[in-house]
């Protein structure tokens, strides 16, 4: 599964959210874009609704089920959610963890 | 394959018997899809009913359910968390496994079903979300330590709730029945529910139309104002 594939869909979610005007500037998304803290356009509600989708675009891509807020992601100091590259990172991980499994 | 339909995709736990049977009979006679669930084989037979042998308790039996749902039907509109557990005992007497089955099955799978459905729901802007206290809550009833506080989980998991997905228009609210003669209170001494019905401002059982009349309210198009209110049956505060 490749890390382009994964960020890919990341992206595709971000430009979805580009259709709102106050999210317009992530038509560029790119993998420095950042998703969580002060230099986020989102909100943490709409963080909480990429994670969703995001979940979901997984299952459909790689038939692979993964729940992205999971209590590592949760309590690490740094949070996997802060850009794109490291969210994509995140989710081959746990992606990596099920096929272990 | 996702269907355009319009009908109303809606999931209840616990449809086996009881209030859950019965809500699910009368929403499928309003026209909903109705997905049902339960630890044992369905007992519906309607042509837009679907069953799944779900432990409400069991995340990975879960998120199948929800993405299967959302697989054919492209949505959920509404969810009834109805699965639920009794037990009455004093609290001395009452064993540990019972303590964590009753928690399981009323707060975790609750818990369970909120957080996976609204994930899918979040992404259509609109749901109605219904889950179940009793009036053992507010009347802090002898006897029911247990089931009361894995109900009074539920209903501040309701209000938290209400508040966290109601910008996604999704609503939250919880009925609180009083007895209605099912299952869940057959072991309950008839001086017992005596008591109770004494402490009620409307002296008598329940029916299963009384809690129908409510869900009917929380989940029609005109509640969307109505969002992390606990409804008790009876007179109850």
């Known amino acids: 599964m490749s890390l382009e594939k994964i960020e890919g869909l990341i992206i595709e979610i971000l ?18 874009t950042p998703l969580y803290g002060g230099s986020s356009l989102l909100e943490s509600i709409d963080l909480v609704g990429l994670l969703a989708d995001l979940e979901d675009a997984v299952a459909d891509e790689f038939d692979i089920d993964i ?35 | 394959m996702k269907s355009e339909s319009t009908e109303l995709i809606t999931i209840i736990t616990g449809t086996r018997k009881g209030l859950g049977k019965a809500l699910a009979e009368h929403l499928l006679g309003k026209g909903h899809q109705v997905v049902g669930c339960s630890r044992r084989e369905g007992t519906i037979e309607h042509e837009n009913y679907e069953h799944f042998r779900v432990d409400v308790s069991d995340e990975t039996s879960v998120r199948k359910m929800i993405r299967a749902i959302v697989k054919k039907w492209g949505r959920i509109d509404v969810l009834l968390n109805n699965a639920g557990m009794a037990s009455m005992n004093h609290l001395l007497l009452t064993p540990t496994r019972t303590v964590e089955k009753v928690f399981n099955t009323n707060f975790l799978g609750t818990f369970l079903f909120i957080r996976e459905v609204a994930k899918k729901m979040q992404k259509k802007k609109f749901g109605r979300i219904v889950n179940y206290t009793t009036v053992a809550v507010p009347l802090d009833l002898e006897g029911e330590a247990v089931y009361a506080a894995s109900k009074a989980a539920v ?5 938290v709730a209400a508040k966290e997905l109601g910008g996604f228009n999704i609503t939250v609210n919880a009925i609180g029945p009083t007895p209605v003669a099912t299952d869940l209170i057959k072991n309950v001494p008839e001086n017992k529910i005596q008591e109770l019905l004494e402490q009620q401002s409307v002296k008598r059982m329940g029916t299963e139309e009384d809690v129908i009349n409510v869900v009917d309210f929380f989940i029609k198009p005109e509640s969307e104002f109505i969002n992390g209110q606990i409804i008790y049956l009876g007179g109850v505060n």
């Open chain 1, 15 to 32: 430009h979805e959210l580009a259709e709102e005007e106050k999210f317009k500037s992530f038509l560029e998304a790119n993998t420095d």
């Open chain 1, 67 to 101: 729940i992205i807020a999971d209590e590592r992601a949760m309590s690490q100091r740094i949070s996997p959610f802060r850009s794109v590259r490291s969210l994509t990172n995140y989710v081959q991980k746990l992606i990596d963890k099920v096929e272990v499994e």
């Open chain 2, 155 to 159: 209903e501040s998991l309701t209000k």
